[in-house]
């Protein structure tokens, strides 16, 4: 099984940056993608970003331009480097790892953006 530690989370106001990462433990050969998705309050958890195996890359039209995706295989890590923040960006952002058999959640790191 798969474990996810997540952290970066913050208070940052609008125009600024924050950087999240994604830490996997366990059976982490198995996993097939990973990904961030978002929730806000009242809200559908969203998609934000996800990274395949193979390195193929999507993301949110709300945030294309302004998100990075990427791995680092060596560590088991994936990160999310956010840019050019806005208020509309806060929300709770979980990682997400996919294998062949199961979805794993992480715990979820809080984003809050200031006006």
């Known amino acids: 099984q798969v474990q996810l530690a997540e952290s970066g989370g913050g208070l940052v106001q609008a125009g600024g940056s924050l950087r999240l990462s994604c830490v996997a433990s366990g059976s982490t050969f198995s996993i097939r993608a990973m990904g961030w998705y978002r929730q806000a309050p009242g809200k559908q958890r969203e998609l934000v970003a996800i990274?395949?195996?193979?390195?193929?890359?999507n993301y949110a039209e709300s945030v294309k331009g302004r998100f990075t995706i990427s791995r680092d295989s060596a560590k088991n890590t994936v990160c999310l480097q956010m840019n050019s923040l806005k208020p509309e960006d806060t929300a709770v952002y979980y990682c997400?790892?996919?294998?062949?058999?199961?979805?794993?959640w992480g715990q979820g790191t809080q984003v809050t953006v200031s006006s």
């Open positions: 997400k790892a996919l294998d062949p058999y199961t979805v794993t």
């Open positions: 990274i395949t195996s193979g390195g193929i890359t």
